[in-house]
């Protein structure tokens, strides 16, 4: 499998259609029943929103730092002004449209110790001139993206679908289209369909041995004039099946946590992959591998790029490819991590031949919080403090050995220029809750170490390891 395409995830240009949602949750404890009735009575402690339906999707694709846009339909309400603002931190370019006589579809559900106490659903059926306002802006603006994917949800905004497709193939675009109607007629002319299999059995699909799958979904496909079928299977994976070939995927998560948006995060990956021009099989087994990743957290999760790419290269038992997205995409994620309330580490060093020594350190600090980020000093930078014989190993393969370490959730190199051979500017950006370094440093001499005190964060030292360095495992094998 070619990882390069990770290298253009930034480049697929997607528009998701559909049925848009806010999911919101109230979270507290419960310590009595209601004299009121026999019900629980749950004190409110936190307020939690998140991008829901077609929301979640696009959510999706921004995470693995896709290009998106979302056109839906939002009431003139505070729940659509609330979606909104969450897709503006997750950036997603919203194209919402905003009706009087809609209100924003939203599902309130209250959460006490881990279980849903009750879901309170606020939601209208569309008409069909409000789906006649998403085909109107589809073809005013289907030229300036690559793929299209529609999200059904069953709500009514999608009621002229059959139509949006055509406008979308044709302006030469890829069409993604994740089903809720039993009719898959409606999806004519739809590159790739991703129903589950309650999906499918209720559009009349047969189950069968795999044979008769096959047949009976090559049937459907061919009778609706769809391209191709990516059958989502459960704990039996996922199967890609086209006029002419089946290929079976087998499921990659070892313990199910909450399946969740798992379907989500199927077509989202699968649009970003075919976004960067990988052909479909690819394409499906990398968003298979992110199904598996997605259902062993907890909620309507995401994936990002970096935790895909180390999946992938486990699954494949790659050692010599890693994705290691720009500065600028790291800093993203980075931030939507400390958004969802994660504690950030950060520490650097050169790392020029990795040691049990490195390893350790990294483990500790990784310990000190949530996510770690490691600062690598580039060539350039290892060159003047070092001496010219340094580094041994250059930037890329240093990145990719520290990178494919679990206490490791980021690599970011500095020292393009001489000023820039401490961190500090780096720590600025990435605003760490932790800052760590080893050695017998004093916090007041570390670098950075004033900014992230000055912003509520805290500095530790950690001892080195004893006999283990770089420079003695140089001289050893000189010695030799």
């Not at 209601?34 to 829901?52: H, I, M, N, Q």
């Not at 299999?197 to 699909?205: I, K, P, Q, R, S």
């Not at 189950?207 to 990516?230: N, S, T, W, Y």
Request: with cysteine; proline share 3%.
């Amino acid at each position: 499998m070619d990882l390069s395409y990770f290298q253009k995830l930034s480049q697929a240009k997607i528009l998701v259609v559909g049925d848009v949602m806010l999911d919101r949750y109230w979270h507290g404890d419960t310590g009595r029943i209601s004299p009121e009735a026999p019900v629980p009575v749950v004190k409110v402690s936190k307020l939690e929103d998140k991008a829901g339906g077609a929301a979640n999707v696009a959510k999706n694709i921004a995470y693995l730092d896709g290009q998106v846009s979302l056109l839906g339909i939002i009431g003139n309400d505070d729940n659509g002004s609330s979606l909104q603002a969450l897709l503006k931190n997750e950036k997603i370019n919203s194209q919402l449209i905003t009706q009087d006589d809609a209100p924003t579809i939203a599902k309130m559900r209250v959460i006490s110790r881990h279980q849903q106490v009750v879901r309170l659903d606020l939601e209208e059926t569309f008409l069909e001139s409000h789906s006649e306002l998403l085909l109107q802006k589809l073809t005013e603006i289907v030229d300036d993206f690559d793929v299209v994917l529609f999200s059904d949800y069953n709500k009514g905004s999608l009621a002229k679908i059959s139509e949006m497709i055509q406008v979308a193939k044709a302006a030469g675009k890829t069409v993604l289209v994740d089903p809720k109607s039993k009719q898959l007629a409606d999806y004519r002319g739809a590159d790739f369909i991703t129903p589950n299999l309650n999906e499918y059995t209720a559009a009349g699909g047969i189950k069968g041995d795999e044979q008769v799958l096959a047949d009976c979904a090559r049937k459907i496909i061919a009778d609706c004039g769809i391209g191709a079928m990516l059958l989502t299977r459960s704990e039996q994976g996922m199967s890609l099946i086209t006029p002419s070939e089946k290929h079976d995927f087998a499921a990659q998560v070892l313990e199910v946590s909450d399946v969740t948006g798992a379907g989500d995060t199927v077509i989202a990956t699968l649009a970003v992959m075919l976004g960067t021009g990988m052909l479909a099989k690819q394409a499906v087994e990398i968003a298979n591998v992110a199904a598996g990743l997605v259902v062993a957290k907890l909620g309507a999760a995401t994936v990002s790029p970096e935790e895909l790419s180390a999946k992938l290269t486990q699954y494949l038992r790659e050692t010599g490819e890693q994705y290691q997205a720009p500065t600028q995409e790291i800093l993203h994620h980075i931030e939507l991590a400390r958004q969802r309330g994660e504690k950030i580490v950060f520490t650097n060093g050169c790392f020029d031949i990795l040691h049990a020594g490195h390893v350790r350190y990294l483990a500790q600090a990784k310990a000190r919080g949530d996510k770690l980020v490691v600062g690598l000093n580039n060539d350039a930078s290892i060159s003047r403090l070092k001496g010219p014989e340094r580094p041994i190993n250059p930037l890329d393969e240093r990145a990719t050995v520290i990178g494919a370490l679990a206490s490791v959730d980021w690599v970011i190199p500095f020292g393009a220029v001489e000023e820039n051979d401490t961190p500090a500017k780096l720590i600025e950006q990435v605003k760490p809750d932790v800052l760590v370094k080893g050695g017998d440093y004093k916090v007041e001499e570390i670098a950075g170490a004033d900014f992230v005190l000055a912003n509520g964060g805290t500095v530790e030292v950690l001892e080195f390891v004893n006999g283990c360095s770089t420079s003695n495992v140089i001289k050893k094998i000189q010695s030799n």
